[in-house]
């Protein structure tokens, strides 16, 4: 029903920046919460921020002040700005869509790969 497509990962440069964006089909994206994840190899995968349907945001502490999401509901998309990277901010990157908080319970991306190294 729900279709969500990543883009933007890449290769770069610590103290680089990167842009995400999830393109997501359907007809009642306003009312979706939008979450962005990411899973190193070898661990879990962690919530790195979302942003509800009314607008508000949250961020993990890891990301906090150097990451921010936004969405343009009007396109469908949600973005992730990622500016100051670090080696550890290296992972695959996924978008979560739907009506629930329970993300496990929404739409996910195939996932973007972004890697931080020199």
């Known amino acids: 029903q729900v279709q969500l497509v990543e883009s933007g990962g890449g290769l770069v440069q610590p103290g680089g920046s990167l842009r995400l964006s999830c393109a997501a089909s359907?007809?009642?994206?306003?009312?979706?919460?939008m979450g962005w994840f990411r899973q190193a190899p070898g661990k879990q995968r962690e919530l790195v921020a979302f942003?509800?349907?009314?607008?508000?945001?949250n961020y993990a502490d890891s990301v906090k002040d150097r990451f921010t999401i936004s969405r343009e509901n009007a396109k469908n998309t949600v973005h992730l700005q990622m500016n100051s990277l670090l080696p550890e901010d290296t992972a695959v990157y996924y978008c979560?869509?739907?009506?629930?908080?329970?993300?496990?319970?929404?739409?996910w991306g195939q996932g973007t790969q972004v890697t931080v190294s020199s």
């Open positions: 979560n869509a739907g009506p629930s908080t329970a993300w496990n319970t929404n739409y």
């Open positions: 359907g007809s009642i994206f306003r009312v979706y919460n």
């Open positions: 942003i509800d349907s009314g607008g508000s945001t």
